[in-house]
């Protein structure tokens, strides 16, 4: 399975400032998905990064405050801009495969995540 | 609305067998998902289910039933090793994956 590169790893940020995180994958792929993962909480869909094309935001999230680049089938970065104590999550990077088994099932590969710290 | 609902916490013993439940409420239903997740570390793929019935895989297996809208994880031979998270995930009509809030397993010797 693809093996996803994230950084950073955790980070404590000020109130107002942007933090950018990076997402590096050792394969070609077309989708990218950008993750939230809030403290007992669901997984929730951020974006979606295509290659040479503006991402795709779920309801609740806007481009101005989470800007996404996707300048290659290997990269993308995730922006999260005039940070506030609520922003404080794990953000997780993640692209779609194949199982290769019967089921044909596509399922998610995940990378490490970014635990962000909002004071 | 989508709401996937599983058990918060559990706590089973070293060499038992857990079973964690979950139910759903989608629009349309293409597949149910289970995945595990250690502490600080990302999600893994454990299992999927598109038809009714039991997906064994090892130690694990999962059951579907789209009538209910139930899924279970079962956990054999339980390892302290198997203390994670298990997010339980739905993809509905329009191939979104919709995520429960996880099942936080303790397993204690």
Same mark, same amino acid.
């Given at each position: &399975?693809?093996?996803?590169?994230?950084?950073?790893?955790?980070?404590?940020?000020?109130?107002? /400032? &942007?933090? /950018?995180?990076?997402?590096?994958?050792? &394969?070609?792929?077309?989708?990218?998905?950008?993750?939230?993962?809030?403290?007992?909480? =669901? !997984?929730?869909?951020?974006?979606?990064?295509?290659?040479?094309?503006?991402?795709?935001?779920?309801?609740?999230?806007?481009?101005?405050? +989470?800007?996404?680049?996707?300048?290659?089938? /290997? +990269?993308?970065?995730? %922006?999260?801009?005039?940070?506030?104590?609520?922003?404080? =999550?794990?953000?997780?990077?993640?692209?779609?495969?194949?199982?290769? &088994? =019967?089921?044909?099932?596509?399922? !998610?590969? +995940?990378?490490?995540?970014?635990?962000? %710290?909002?004071? | 609305?989508?709401?996937?609902?599983?058990?918060?916490?559990?706590?089973?013993?070293?060499?038992?067998?857990?079973?964690?439940?979950?139910?759903?409420?989608?629009?349309?239903?293409?597949?149910?998902?289970?995945?595990?997740?250690?502490?600080?570390?990302?999600?893994?793929?454990?299992?999927?289910?598109?038809? #009714?019935?039991?997906?064994?895989?090892?130690?694990?297996?999962?059951?579907?039933?789209?009538?209910?809208?139930?899924?279970?994880?079962?956990?054999?031979?339980?390892?302290?090793?198997?203390?994670?998270?298990?997010?339980?995930?739905?993809? #509905?009509?329009?191939?979104?994956?919709?995520?429960?809030?996880?099942?936080?397993?303790?397993?204690?010797?």
């Amino acid at each position: &399975s693809a093996v996803i590169s994230q950084k950073p790893s955790r980070d404590i940020c000020q109130r107002g /400032t &942007s933090l /950018t995180i990076q997402c590096q994958v050792d &394969s070609q792929v077309t989708m990218m998905f950008w993750y939230r993962q809030q403290p007992g909480q =669901s !997984l929730t869909l951020i974006a979606t990064a295509n290659q040479g094309s503006e991402a795709t935001y779920e309801s609740g999230f806007v481009i101005d405050k +989470f800007p996404i680049s996707r300048p290659n089938l /290997t +990269f993308s970065t995730l %922006t999260v801009s005039n940070m506030s104590p609520e922003d404080s =999550s794990i953000y997780l990077c993640s692209v779609e495969e194949e199982t290769g &088994s =019967s089921s044909g099932a596509n399922v !998610l590969t +995940f990378g490490a995540g970014s635990r962000l %710290t909002v004071l | 609305g989508q709401n996937i609902d599983q058990p918060t916490e559990m706590t089973a013993t070293e060499g038992a067998i857990v079973q964690i439940n979950c139910t759903y409420q989608t629009s349309g239903f293409n597949g149910l998902f289970w995945y595990q997740q250690h502490a600080g570390e990302a999600p893994t793929f454990l299992s999927y289910n598109v038809l #009714d019935g039991l997906e064994e895989k090892g130690r694990f297996s999962s059951f579907l039933s789209r009538s209910k809208g139930y899924s279970y994880l079962l956990l054999k031979e339980l390892q302290m090793k198997d203390s994670a998270s298990y997010l339980c995930a739905v993809r #509905d009509s329009n191939y979104q994956l919709i995520w429960g809030a996880g099942t936080k397993l303790i397993i204690k010797p």
